[in-house]
């Protein structure tokens, strides 16, 4: 796989692929994380001297032109990262993208409009898919893919983009599968996964490989309901998965069988409603009762995750503990990166909540080893399976 270096992008203009799928509130960015980590790529190409187009997506507008999902706040505040005007293109390959990929001056920054605006981007049809690369690849002589987070999807500006032109991937990319490498190829053990969110469904496939690769799993979120139950435990009106039941006792089997240890909480807060404001209480994790539900891991079960992690060498967590963004549901995500960052591991915050959590409850960024942007781009890598966009990028 090729990277930035090798290509000779003076005068150039260069299509980047990043993620930029940032969370707005009323039109305003709550979380700039992926903004601040396509910088470095997009400011390198245009410190050589590159005309560089910036292309994205932000949520699922489903090919249709939506207000609410303009990247236009992007452009303003990335403009901001950069230190330099970034010129905004009002659609994604028509006109108004034609026209500043013409006018682009070297060491300028252009971002074009929603690519999901575009029905042909999230295509499973071939020929309508690759008629919108064909679009995308016209407004350029030269290709980066740096959009991480995206790499698991087969779309028109990851995977058929690439085929078109000259590529190579950005900064982002080779620094998240470097991550990832020494999360699956060997691993400097103890290696301990921390496992959270809402659904456990969401986390099988991960789970399933990572029993021949992990020393822990540590278990919280709304998931761990799923896996209490299954050890035959009242779980109340917390979130449950019955249909998944099953395969969560065999992984636990699985586990047992391996000398896998999974690690799950002693106790949880459980409310009588999804609120702040409800009445909640420390209960055992084996004693929840029937009328609340469970919407963090407690204190002792903090305690014993922190004491789980400290003595590990390798450690990647994905998922919060809990509803974090609720102040008396977020000292368990808490404790866990509390935990990462009292340990000596190499730690991997993997994207998605998990990074978010970081920010919003106020650690230091720079005390993790790393924190991805990849969300579920890293679970499937994690999962042994082939990601289109890097299969794309490479020679």
Not at 99 to 122: C, K, P, W, Y
Not at 175 to 190: N, W
Request: aromatic share 6%; with cysteine.
């Amino acid at each position: 796989m090729r990277t930035i270096d090798d290509l000779d992008v003076s005068g150039k203009r260069v299509l980047v692929r990043s993620d930029l799928n940032v969370p707005l509130e009323d039109g305003a960015i709550t979380d700039d994380g992926r903004i601040r980590a396509s910088v470095p790529t997009i400011k390198a190409l245009a410190e050589r001297g590159a005309k560089v187009i910036v292309c994205a997506h932000l949520g699922r507008p489903k090919g249709e032109v939506k207000a609410e999902f303009s990247l236009a706040p992007v452009a303003a505040r990335l403009g901001e990262l950069l230190g330099t005007e970034v010129v905004f293109a009002s659609d994604t390959a028509g006109p108004s993208a034609a026209a500043i990929s013409a006018a682009l001056g070297e060491g300028q920054v252009a971002l074009l409009e929603n690519l999901r605006f575009e029905a042909g981007e999230t295509s499973k049809d071939d020929a309508e898919r690759g008629a919108f690369a064909d679009r995308l690849a016209a407004l350029a002589d030269l290709y980066v893919g740096d959009g991480f987070g995206a790499v698991h999807r087969k779309h028109a500006s990851v995977y058929d983009v690439p085929g078109r032109l000259p590529h190579a991937a950005g900064g982002l990319i080779t620094t998240e599968v470097a991550v990832l490498r020494r999360l699956t190829e060997d691993v400097a053990r103890p290696y301990a996964v921390v496992l959270g969110g809402a659904k456990v469904s969401d986390k099988l496939a991960v789970i399933d490989n990572l029993l021949d690769k992990a020393d822990r799993i540590l278990v919280g979120g709304g998931m761990v309901f799923t896996f209490l139950k299954a050890q035959g435990h009242e779980v109340g009106k917390s979130l449950l998965e019955e249909d998944q039941l099953e395969t969560v006792r065999s992984y636990l089997s699985r586990a047992e069988a391996k000398g896998v240890e999974f690690v799950l909480p002693v106790d949880i807060v459980a409310a009588t409603a999804f609120s702040a404001d409800a009445d909640h209480d420390v209960v055992a994790a084996d004693a929840i009762p029937a009328d609340r539900l469970g919407l963090d891991i407690g204190p002792e079960s903090g305690k014993l995750f922190a004491a789980r992690l400290a003595d590990t060498r390798t450690v990647f967590w994905n998922g919060p503990m809990g509803v974090f963004e609720m102040e008396p549901y977020s000292h368990g995500t808490r404790a866990v990166a509390q935990g990462l960052l009292d340990s000596t591991a190499f730690t991997v915050v993997g994207g998605g909540d998990s990074a978010a959590a970081v920010r919003t409850l106020g650690f230091d960024e720079t005390g993790f080893g790393h924190i991805s942007t990849g969300g579920g781009a890293s679970l499937e890598y994690l999962e042994g399976k082939t990601l289109p966009g890097l299969e794309a990028l490479e020679d």
